[in-house]
C-alpha cells in the first residue's frame, strides 16, 4: 500500500527566503507525482505534475524535482512571498487506475 | 483549461435528509471522476473512483449505499450523501482525471463542498 509522508507538518519562514519542501513515497512505482497548493477552506490548485519519466518541472519560482528510485520529491520555492502562505500537498499517482494518495500537507507560514 | 466546477460550494442540512453535490469538468471530457473527502487539517482520503458508464469504485469502509455515485456523462458525476448524520459533515472535493496527451492521466480538482449536517 502507498504511503506518502511530509515532514514537517508546518513551517514558518521570512519572506525572501528560499525553502525546500520535501515529500517522500514508499512504492517506487508510480506513474506521476503532483504537487498542489491548497488555501484554508479552499479546494487544490495543481502546481506541479512531474510523469514518472521525468526528473524535474518548473513553474515561475517553483521547481518540483523527482527521485522515483529513492522515493522522494522535492518542492523549491525561490524568494517566497507572504503570498505563498498555504498547505502544500505531495500526491503521487500508482495503479492502473489512476489513484491519488495523498500526503498530510506541509502548512507553510511567510512572515512579511 | 481544465477546469472542474461543484455545486454547490457549501450546504447545511437537516440530519436524515439526502444531499447531492454535482461535480463537472467544464472544457475536457473526463471518463473517470474521483470523489475524495477532507476532514479539518487532515489530508484527502479517496472514497470512490467513478466512472462514466458503469458502476463506481469504493475504496475500503465507503459504504457505497450511503454515498450513492453516478457518472451519467462524459461531464457529470454526482455525489448523493443519504440519510445524513452530523459525522458526514465535511469537506467534499472531486477531481477530474485528463486523458488528453498534453496532461495525461493529470487530476483537475474542484473548489470542493462544504457539508454541515446539523
New interface residues.
Partial sequence: KQEVTQIPAALSVPEGENLVLNCSFTDSAI??L?W?RQDP??????LL?I?SSQREQTSGRLNASLDKSSGRSTLYIAASQPGDSATY?C?V?TGA?????????ITLSVRP | GAVVS?HPSWVICKSGTSVKIECRSLDFQAT?M?WYRQFPK?????MA?SNEGSKA?YEQGVEKDKFLINHASLTLSTLTVTSAHPEDSS?Y?C?A?STSSY??????????T?LTVL
Avoid: C, H, V, W
Wanted: no cysteine.
Fill in positions: 506513474y506521476n503532483q498542489f477552506g479552499k479546494g487544490l490548485t495543481s505534475l510523469q500537498l500526491a499517482m487506475n489512476s489513484k491519488l494518495t495523498f500526503g498530510k500537507g | 461543484q473517470t474521483f487532515q489530508s484527502l482520503m479517496l473512483t469504485t469537506f472535493i477531481s482525471r496532461s495525461y492521466n493529470e487530476q483537475f480538482f474542484g473548489p470542493g462544504r
